[in-house]
């Protein structure tokens, strides 16, 4: 996505937090007390080591223990206070709390196939398109409060991705296993005025698998 549009150049960074300590495996969702794990606190120092010489004046982040962690570093090395903005929030899922990896999880047990019915919503959370919008009040949110600077938004992985594939204009369903929104990953959004005019993607802390949990 490019355009060569002039006018008030911002760019407001869809930052995923690092990796979580999750010993028992299970989707955590919006379960308090999932912090991140020594490599996630490795994770969330080399994005602030990435972002050090950017023009940072304002940092957000999901309510989530493991958002605001990875946020407060970078934070830090700017001098800026961590705000919160809900709409940031992972999405709501019922089979939080649940192991959902194949072979030994949920989705073995016939009592919760009912939650399928429907993947393009999706049947089992919160609908994708409620995810892109909340998302894109957040980062206009930060867009006005940078204007002219850049923003940092700490969030997860399935809005991050939702909110990226409705801004390129596809569809909202996809395959889990092929996001590209690695932990610690960046997805930077370009704008100049209030127009988006280019979406970059960067791994400042590495790739990671996206079909291994840590969201």
């Known amino acids: 996505m490019s355009s060569v549009r002039r006018g008030t150049r911002t760019v407001v960074h869809l930052l995923r937090h690092g990796e979580v300590h999750n010993p028992e495996g299970v989707l955590y969702g919006r379960m308090p007390g999932y912090r991140l794990s020594e490599r996630g606190r490795q994770q969330a120092l080399l994005v602030a080591q990435a972002l050090s010489s950017h023009a940072l004046t304002h940092v957000v982040s999901s309510p989530l223990e493991r958002a605001q962690e990875t946020a407060a570093p970078i934070a830090a090395a700017h001098r800026l206070d961590v705000a919160t903005d809900e709409r ?82 596809r569809r909202l369903w996809h395959d889990p296993r092929k996001r590209q929104c690695s932990l610690a990953s960046l997805t930077s959004l370009v704008f100049a005025d209030e127009q988006l005019v280019d979406v970059v993607y960067t791994e400042p802390a590495g790739s990671t698998d996206p079909r291994v949990t840590g969201a």
């Open 88 to 169: 940031l929030i992972e999405a709501d899922n019922q089979f939080e709390g649940l192991k959902v990896s194949v072979g030994d999880g949920a989705l073995r047990q016939p009592r919760h196939w009912s939650k399928l019915h429907n993947p393009a919503l999706p049947s089992w959370g919160e609908p994708y398109l409620e995810i892109a919008h909340r998302m894109l009040g957040a980062v206009h949110a930060a867009r006005a409060a940078a204007e002219g600077h850049e923003a940092l938004c700490v969030s997860h992985q399935l809005p991050v991705w939702t909110l990226r594939r409705y801004l390129e204009g």
